[in-house]
């Protein structure tokens, strides 16, 4: 859709500074449009004026680095694409593309035209009101689903999703915020943001490529914020995604909805950004490990950083502010989504197992491996089935023991690979295979924790010689065949541990677990 406005008043002033063809154009007949007692807003790209019902969309003639608008015929394509793209979310909305012409017909600029929604909607107004906004996030998530099931996906597209293009969106990110680290940012932070993202990604190659097989890469909206989102009586419109650099719009599908899960928690709403996420989890059939969650919270917020930074350069009195703790916002979540390999050691009958699951317990989607269950598996076994061998023979000679460690790390560093953070519940009674599963961690950009359980010898006896009793009376099996015998075997084999942090299991499950918590981090 295309109309003709003649403009009047001090408003075509601001549209001098605009490149003009010289060329004639015929005259069209154009209503003339008075904005002088208008309601304006205005962006780091443009101006919007407001009337009763209508919204005016202007571009401004900056270069911005990442957008450049200085030519009317780059204003023009800007206008288009937007009218384009956001018709696949709101098509009642974008009603089409003004031509601005002065007296003698020319063309002096352009302008999106917008059918005006009630600011009280406004899903950023209903977040600062504290209303229960369950409904509307949960209609918001299904739409986001339902859009990106639409959504074109292609070989070149899918690309976008992989590590190589990842990294060097990163990196452009953070050579984009340099110029003010150290003045408007704390410079700990930014490089600490930079290294934890980049360690992240430099583990994470196959989850990726994961992600690109799916189809989970698509041209999506790129810039899902609360500001640009209106809750309706017969649905959320979805407004202003980004249409002048389609590589700042593709990409996995989970990274848009990571947007509005950010801005959420910009406003003070981390509670609305998860029922956000867990709804469009439900209705997208989406599964990922929470750390890319994570990885692309922080990603959105680290790029919102730089337009708060460009904002403050301009003279907003609250971008510099806003900018840092969007910051904090992205350091916590890369904190929070570091991939982590845990071992968790000791002699039988010290308490690994129970502390192991403990771990795992109090965190969400991580794995626990024990060394006992791959073992038996290995064997062809049952995990209860008890084994009665002397120590060094039968499935616990070295060649088995070699063959069930080898298994276990390999399953672990597949577990890392995809995002999810792993404990190892074996006795580690050898430096040789704890230093083999440190190169794994080192190879998955995985933080490695070393935690020893301790307990005296006459404690860790009782406590296997009750677990061989619960056994034998047939009320409970565990997959560890440990006897007396075998903890006097290992006592006297096991290599120093000197990494290791010593954990005593000998006070409550709570507060075992907490002390291992605050070794693992």
Same mark, same amino acid.
């Given at each position: 859709?295309?109309?003709?406005?003649?403009?009047? @008043?001090?408003?075509?002033?601001?549209?001098?500074?605009?490149?003009?063809?010289?060329? #004639?154009?015929? /005259?069209?007949?154009?209503?003339?449009?008075?904005?002088?007692?208008?309601?304006?807003?205005?962006?780091?790209?443009?101006?919007?004026?407001? &009337?009763?019902?209508?919204?005016?969309?202007?571009?401004?003639?900056?270069?911005?680095?990442?957008?450049?608008?200085?030519?009317?015929?780059?204003?023009? *394509?800007?206008? !288009?694409?937007?009218?384009?793209?956001?018709?696949?979310?709101?098509?009642? $909305?974008?009603?089409?593309?003004?031509?601005?012409?002065?007296? *003698?017909?020319?063309?002096?600029?352009?302008?999106?035209?917008?059918?005006?929604?009630?600011?009280?909607?406004?899903?950023?107004?209903?977040?600062?009101?504290?209303?229960?906004?369950?409904?509307?996030?949960?209609?918001?998530?299904r739409t986001m689903a339902a859009f990106? !099931?639409?959504?074109?996906?292609?070989?070149?597209?899918?690309?976008?999703?992989?590590?190589?293009?990842?990294?060097?969106?990163?990196?452009?990110?953070?050579?984009?915020?340099?110029?003010?680290?150290? @003045?408007?940012?704390? #410079?700990?932070?930014?490089?600490?943001?930079? /290294?934890?993202?980049?360690?992240?990604?430099?583990?994470?190659?196959?989850?990726?490529?994961?992600?690109?097989?799916?189809?989970?890469?698509?041209?999506?909206?790129?810039?899902?914020?609360?500001?640009?989102?209106?809750?309706?009586?017969?649905?959320?419109?979805?407004?202003?995604?980004?249409?002048?650099? /389609?590589?700042?719009? $593709?990409?996995?599908?989970?990274?848009?909805?990571?947007?509005?899960?950010?801005?959420?928690?910009?406003?003070?709403?981390?509670?609305? #950004?998860?029922?956000?996420?867990? *709804?469009?989890?439900?209705?997208?059939?989406?599964?990922?490990?929470?750390?890319? +969650?994570?990885?692309?919270?922080?990603?959105?917020?680290?790029?919102r950083v730089r337009i708060a930074c460009?904002?403050?350069?301009?003279?907003?009195?609250?971008?510099?502010?806003?900018?840092?703790?969007?910051?904090?916002?992205?350091?916590?979540?890369?904190?929070?989504?570091? %991939?982590?390999?845990?071992?968790?050691?000791?002699?039988?009958?010290?308490?690994? @197992?129970?502390?192991?699951?403990?771990? $795992?317990?109090?965190?969400?989607?991580?794995?626990?491996?024990?060394?006992?269950? %791959?073992?038996?598996?290995?064997?062809?076994?049952?995990?209860?089935?008890?084994? !009665?061998?002397?120590?060094?023979?039968?499935?616990? @000679?070295?060649?088995?023991?070699?063959?069930?460690?080898?298994?276990?790390?390999?399953?672990?560093?597949?577990?890392?690979?995809?995002?999810?953070? %792993?404990?190892?519940?074996?006795?580690?009674?050898? =430096? /040789?295979?704890? +230093?083999?599963? *440190?190169?794994? =961690?080192?190879? &998955?950009?995985?933080?490695?924790?070393?935690?020893?359980?301790?307990?005296?010898?006459?404690?860790?006896?009782?406590?296997?010689?009750?677990?061989?009793?619960?056994?034998?009376?047939?009320?409970?099996?565990?997959?560890?065949?440990?006897?007396?015998?075998?903890?006097?075997?290992?006592?006297?084999?096991?290599?120093?541990?000197?990494?290791?942090?010593?954990?005593?299991? &000998? %006070?409550?499950?709570?507060?075992?677990?907490?002390?291992?918590?605050?070794?693992?981090?």
């Amino acid at each position: 859709m295309r109309d003709s406005y003649d403009l009047r @008043s001090d408003f075509s002033g601001e549209l001098e500074s605009g490149e003009l063809e010289n060329e #004639a154009l015929e /005259r069209h007949p154009a209503p003339e449009l008075h904005l002088d007692n208008r309601e304006t807003v205005e962006t780091h790209t443009a101006i919007l004026f407001l &009337t009763a019902d209508r919204v005016y969309k202007l571009r401004k003639p900056v270069d911005l680095g990442f957008v450049d608008l200085r030519t009317r015929p780059a204003r023009l *394509a800007s206008c !288009e694409n937007e009218v384009r793209l956001n018709r696949r979310l709101a098509p009642d $909305v974008y009603l089409g593309v003004a031509d601005i012409r002065d007296e *003698a017909g020319h063309p002096r600029d352009h302008m999106v035209v917008m059918r005006r929604l009630p600011a009280d909607r406004r899903l950023s107004e209903l977040v600062r009101g504290g209303a229960d906004l369950t409904g509307e996030l949960r209609a918001i998530a299904r739409t986001m689903a339902a859009f990106h !099931e639409r959504c074109e996906t292609s070989p070149e597209i899918a690309r976008t999703g992989g590590l190589a293009n990842l990294e060097a969106l990163w990196l452009e990110a953070m050579d984009a915020v340099a110029p003010f680290r150290g @003045s408007i940012l704390d #410079a700990g932070t930014v490089d600490e943001i930079g /290294r934890l993202a980049l360690r992240y990604l430099a583990g994470r190659g196959p989850l990726l490529a994961q992600r690109q097989r799916a189809g989970r890469i698509r041209d999506g909206h790129g810039d899902l914020l609360a500001d640009d989102i209106y809750c309706l009586g017969d649905g959320p419109r979805v407004l202003d995604c980004i249409n002048f650099d /389609r590589r700042l719009r $593709v990409g996995d599908v989970l990274a848009d909805v990571a947007f509005l899960a950010m801005d959420l928690e910009r406003l003070g709403a981390p509670a609305a #950004a998860r029922t956000f996420l867990d *709804a469009y989890r439900e209705f997208s059939g989406e599964t990922h490990p929470a750390s890319l +969650e994570h990885l692309y919270i922080a990603y959105r917020a680290f790029v919102r950083v730089r337009i708060a930074c460009i904002r403050d350069h301009q003279g907003d009195p609250e971008a510099a502010e806003e900018a840092r703790r969007l910051a904090d916002i992205a350091l916590a979540h890369l904190r929070r989504g570091r %991939v982590r390999l845990v071992l968790v050691g000791g002699l039988p009958g010290t308490g690994k @197992s129970t502390l192991a699951s403990g771990l $795992v317990a109090a965190r969400d989607e991580w794995v626990l491996l024990r060394s006992d269950v %791959v073992r038996k598996e290995l064997a062809g076994l049952a995990p209860d089935v008890a084994v !009665e061998v002397e120590p060094g023979e039968g499935i616990y @000679s070295a060649e088995s023991t070699e063959h069930g460690y080898a298994e276990l790390i390999t399953r672990a560093r597949q577990a890392l690979e995809n995002g999810q953070s %792993v404990v190892l519940d074996a006795s580690w009674s050898s =430096a /040789r295979f704890r +230093e083999l599963a *440190a190169e794994a =961690a080192k190879a &998955t950009g995985a933080d490695l924790a070393q935690v020893r359980c301790v307990a005296p010898a006459r404690t860790a006896v009782a406590r296997i010689d009750s677990r061989r009793a619960v056994r034998a009376c047939g009320t409970g099996g565990d997959a560890s065949d440990a006897t007396a015998a075998v903890y006097a075997s290992m006592a006297d084999r096991t290599d120093p541990w000197p990494a290791a942090i010593d954990v005593d299991t &000998t %006070v409550s499950v709570a507060e075992t677990v907490a002390a291992a918590s605050r070794i693992v981090g």
